[in-house]
């Protein structure tokens, strides 16, 4: 919730009720977690649905009769569940239009801004070709992390960028495993977070991935601190 506060950006929401569903259900069995992932699934969409809606309320737009804001609000479920297999099809289709920087954006960002460079590279315009048609009605700029990895270095980038990040993830994974801590059980959560939402894009050359991650370590860490400073059964 702080978090979500502090920096209010979309993906926050999204990724701290999958980062609580890995953390609380990793050892269930997988029928029960097929189940409760069910369940998170459609509250998401149901909190996103609703957002829209108070929107439209607060634009005195709001009516159970507004053609123009269903449409909106299929638009947007099209968009997000359907629409990345359709663009990473036609990507495929294209030559490689992203330079070999674009997975560092972030970080050459934060390098132009402690030398003083005004220069800012976008992380949306730069991993994808734009906006494109997947019905006769509807549009997208969304073809999966798939399609921005194989704009920027073709099928063998694809393939060690996903294997790369694969083992990162078990990594953290098996970690939590042997030696089970607060930071190591949240970045475990964060990779889980980031191969299951693969689907809608990348989210290396998003900075509000890195504000989301760093802040939630500061919190793990004071946490966990005033756990050890508290006198036993006091915390």
């Not at 030398?115 to 997947?134: A, C, K, M, Q, W």
């Not at 970045?187 to 980031?194: D, E, K, Q, Y």
């Amino acid at each position: 919730i702080l978090c979500i506060i502090a920096i209010k950006v979309k993906y926050h929401l999204i990724w701290t009720v999958l980062i609580i569903f890995f953390i609380k259900n990793l050892m269930l069995e997988r029928n029960l977690q097929l189940r409760k992932m069910l369940v998170i699934v459609s509250s998401v969409i149901c909190i996103f649905i609703a957002n829209y809606l108070f929107m439209f309320f607060a634009f005195t737009e709001f009516s159970f009769g507004n053609q123009g804001m269903w449409r909106f609000i299929i638009g947007w479920l099209f968009n997000y569940l359907l629409s990345g297999p359709i663009l990473l099809d036609k990507w495929m289709e294209l030559s490689f239009t992203e330079e070999w920087w674009v997975p560092f954006i972030v970080f050459l960002n934060i390098k132009n801004v402690i030398t003083g460079n005004p220069e800012r590279l976008s992380g949306v315009t730069n991993v994808n070709p734009g906006f494109d048609y997947v019905s006769p009605e509807y549009i997208s700029n969304v073809g999966t992390s798939f399609g921005a990895y194989y704009l920027i270095g073709g099928f063998f980038f694809t393939l060690l960028s996903s294997v790369l990040i694969a083992i990162a993830a078990y990594y953290f994974y098996y970690k939590i495993r042997q030696k089970p801590g607060p930071i190591v059980i949240f970045i475990a959560s964060v990779f889980l977070t980031m191969t299951t939402l693969s689907f809608f894009g990348q989210y290396f050359t998003l900075l509000s991935v890195y504000e989301m991650t760093a802040f939630y370590i500061i919190l793990v860490s004071l946490f966990k601190s005033i756990n050890y400073l508290s006198p036993p059964g006091k915390a």
